[in-house]
């Protein structure tokens, strides 16, 4: 009987105890609210309840400059992964509550921030940039699939991504890229045979040379030996 009040006791004192001091972390919440509106205090503090944006006070609802950024806060908490309107412009926060700047995809879209420290959206980005996921080629936004000219060549992208060794069908022509990602054009041997894709920046397949040392059309039909003198080739 003895031991069984005595734990009875013991478990009524825990009880106790856990509540007191529950409201002792209650009342010290309190105090510190109290504090930070009774002083009009501003800036990101920390309560028992977290980190909050104070104004004077008050919870804070927009953007705000901290450790080297903007962070956008409503009712004094930081916003993580989402589109923000303020002064009449859109911005983008990332996943860590910064607002973005440069190129960046969100959603699988490209978009313009700038560059200038003002962060606000410019449009949907377009060329070959690097928008967080590697360096792509954007066409409105979107990942591009085709050829573009890119400081003085043409390169072959399949969803944005260079593509390299690899050969192309388009407008009813073929082309190669090589290792560096560039169209060739001339002679170029690539495996076992050799091609040719002419000289005047068209960069399509002429003529090809197998096993069988004749030039072949690039539909496969022999070559006269006038197209491929023509052509600046040897017979």
């Known amino acids: 009987m003895g031991k069984f009040f005595k734990t009875v006791m013991l478990t009524v004192a825990a009880v106790v105890g856990f509540n007191v001091a529950s409201g002792t972390v209650q009342q010290t919440h309190a105090d510190e609210l109290q504090t930070i509106q009774a002083q009009h205090k501003s800036g990101y503090l920390g309560t028992p309840q977290g980190w909050f944006w104070f104004e004077n006070g008050q919870k804070y609802t927009g953007f705000r400059y901290y450790m080297g950024t903007y962070y956008w806060f409503i009712n004094g908490v930081r916003q993580d992964s989402g589109w923000r309107n303020a002064w009449g412009m859109t911005y983008y926060t990332d996943n860590q509550?910064?607002?973005?700047?440069?190129?960046?995809?969100?959603?699988?879209?490209?978009?313009?921030?700038?560059?200038?420290?003002?962060?606000?959206?410019?449009?949907?980005?377009?060329?070959?940039?690097?928008?967080?996921?590697?360096?792509?080629?954007?066409?409105?936004?979107?990942?591009?699939?085709?050829?573009?000219?890119?400081?003085?060549?043409?390169?072959?992208?399949?969803?944005?991504?260079?593509?390299?060794?690899?050969?192309?069908?388009?407008?009813?022509?073929?082309?190669?890229?090589?290792?560096?990602?560039?169209?060739?054009?001339?002679?170029?041997?690539?495996?076992?045979?050799?091609?040719?894709?002419?000289?005047?920046?068209?960069?399509?397949?002429?003529?090809?040379?197998?096993?069988?040392?004749r030039w072949h059309r690039a539909n496969g039909q022999f070559a006269s030996r006038n197209e491929i003198a023509a052509s600046g080739l040897a017979w």
């Open 97 to 213: 509550g910064r607002a973005v700047q440069g190129n960046r995809e969100i959603n699988g879209v490209a978009y313009n921030f700038g560059n200038n420290g003002t962060f606000f959206l410019r449009g949907k980005s377009s060329g070959y940039l690097d928008a967080g996921k590697g360096w792509l080629w954007y066409e409105g936004g979107q990942r591009f699939t085709g050829f573009r000219n890119y400081m003085g060549a043409y390169y072959w992208f399949q969803n944005g991504k260079r593509q390299q060794n690899k050969w192309e069908h388009v407008w009813g022509m073929r082309y190669y890229v090589g290792a560096d990602g560039r169209t060739v054009q001339g002679a170029q041997v690539i495996g076992s045979s050799t091609y040719y894709f002419g000289n005047n920046s068209t960069f399509y397949l002429r003529f090809s040379k197998d096993y069988t040392a």
